[in-house]
């Protein structure tokens, strides 16, 4: 055990040398270190077109370094970029106080994607959407802004918990106040009923397992506790335009993403 340790180590000194002596690779090394925390500003500040013209600049420094003719090890050195990038998003997700169980199933779930569904023809697309993703969580975790500390809650408190199967009921209960009255201030303050969020925010769920997994449609719609597949589709169909298997098979469809009448967030 101990020998095989020491020849890692060797192995690891030897590379580092190799590269730290390699005068061409300073001034792209700085920039690529210069590019990468203004990547990960931009991604922090939510700043989506400037992130993704920072990473285009940052992948063609990685296929300087590698070259155009050694295609195969360039996919290699970009996905493990990614990996990197993907445990970078990770940590700004728990220091946001995303749930530390959703913060787990999006490092695995990324790492997974870029692993197999990453091909040398779609390494930027992959690249633009892991930030589009990384920003569309950090966004959910904003604490809204309405006019009710209760509403606010209430939002907050479903999309921690998009996975269990949430209703007025529940969450009336969970917040120890009449089914009613939470009906009343969270329609009063949003401008929309309290059932059509839990619906909405669902399709906007759902739109990544269709589109990045390979989970059936009736599997995603019981994950989210619709009460059957058709059920299921009728309400995916009316807020994103068309059914889930169009969506899963228009790659290029977008997804959807609600705003409340009362955009206060």
Known sequence: MQRSDKLFLDSFTKMYMKEINNPTNAERNEQ???????????????????????????????????GENHRENMIVHVKNFYIQLVAFMASKLYENQVPSDKVLAFNNSCVEVIETKMNDAQFMQCGYELVEFFVKI???????????????????H????METELT??????????????????????????????????????????????????????DAYHFCNQSYFTR??????????KQFRDNQDYPTFKYSFPNNNL
């Open 158 to 161: 479903i999309n921690d918990q």
């Open 168 to 221: 007025v009921e529940q969450i009336a209960k969970r917040f120890n106040i009449s089914t009613s009255h939470l009906s009343r201030i969270f329609r009063e303050h949003t401008g929309v009923t309290l059932v059509e969020y839990l619906n909405v925010r669902k399709v906007e769920e759902c739109q990544y397992f269709l589109r990045h997994t390979n989970k059936g449609i009736s599997d995603i719609s």
């Open 32 to 66: 690529f270190f210069i590019l990468k925390n203004q990547l990960f500003h931009d991604m922090s500040s939510f700043q989506v077109d400037g992130a993704k013209v920072c990473l285009r600049q940052i992948i063609d420094i990685i296929i300087e370094k590698t």
């Open 138 to 156: 950090v966004t959910e975790r904003k604490t809204p802004n309405f006019g009710h500390q209760t509403v606010n809650k209430v939002i907050m």
């Open 235 to 244: 309400i995916f169909k009316k807020y994103s335009g068309i059914t889930p």
